[in-house]
Structure formats: C-alpha cells, structure tokens
C-alpha cells in the first residue's frame, strides 16, 4: 500500500497509535497533502484530556496579554494586592490546593483601557449593565434605599385590607 503518510483507498495509518482507520477518523486539515491530519480523533482527544490543564492555563494567560496587555504575574500580584478577593464585594476568588479555580475577572475602562481591579462576574457583569454610570448606580442605591421597608410578595398576601 506505500507510505501510511497519505490516504489510500480512504484508509490512514495514525501517526500516534498505529492503527490503520478509515479517513473519517482523523480531522479535516487542507495544509496536509492528503487532507486529514496525522494523528487520529481519539489520539487528539487522549492527548488533550492528558494535557488540558496546561492547555487551559496557557489559553487563560494568552488572553490575559491579548484582552488586557497583562501579564500573568501582574494579574497574580493584583490578586494579591485585593487578598484574593472582588474589589467591591470582597468575594474570595475559589481556589484548590494553590491552584487557581476560578479567576476573577479584570476590570478595565473601557475608554482609557486602564485597569482597575479584579471584580467577580456578578460584580463585572452588573459594572456592565449599568455602563459603567455612577449617576445610574447613584439612582439604583438611592432606590434601594427608599424600598428596604417594602413588603415581600408573600408579606403582601397576609395583609388584609379593611376599607
């Protein structure tokens, strides 16, 4: 049959296990002269659950640098700086034996693209449905402020109204 490098009689070789597989096992790669890749899907798939937590953690300081020109041991020392927690709702940031599980998120102006802090999602998410505003986040405490005596729908229904 020749080389295993190229497709014959839509068979492969994978170049990882061995194992001669129909070509619908291997992912679609137009660089490569027969058109599927090397190493088969289940080969791939082994090697990146082997590897997916160096995988991911590359992954997360690539867009640290690409979204925020951060380094990762500037987002570290910023941790650091706020004890491990939100800026504004001091939620500690989750993490397993040393290991970050759960990052908070960097907050930034969106006009200037200054950093400001590491927020939680909730507290970055909320930043961001009021635009950043402080007259509407003005407005929502003051709001707040004049309901924190109103009644809950359940303390509304024991009410009786006597005319």
Do not use: P
């Amino acid at each position: 049959m020749g080389s295993w490098n190229r497709v014959v009689n839509d068979v492969k070789k994978c170049s990882k296990c061995g194992v001669i597989k129909s070509t619908d096992q291997f992912s679609k790669q137009r660089q490569n002269k027969c058109g599927v890749r090397a190493d088969c899907k289940e080969c791939r798939k082994r090697e990146y659950d082997q590897h997916r937590h160096v995988i991911l953690a590359r992954h997360k300081v690539y867009k640290l640098k690409q979204e925020h020109a951060l380094t990762f041991a500037a987002y570290m020392n910023l941790l650091v700086l706020q004890h491990g927690c939100c800026a504004i709702c001091g939620t500690r940031c989750n993490t397993k034996s040393g290991k970050l599980k759960r990052r908070l998120d960097v907050d930034h102006d969106h006009i200037t693209g200054r950093i400001r802090g590491l927020l939680c999602n909730n507290c970055n998410t909320a930043l961001g449905k009021v635009k950043d505003s402080v007259v509407i986040l003005e407005r929502m405490i003051t709001y707040l402020k004049q309901n924190e005596n109103a009644l809950t729908q359940k303390e509304e229904e024991n009410v009786t109204v006597q005319c």
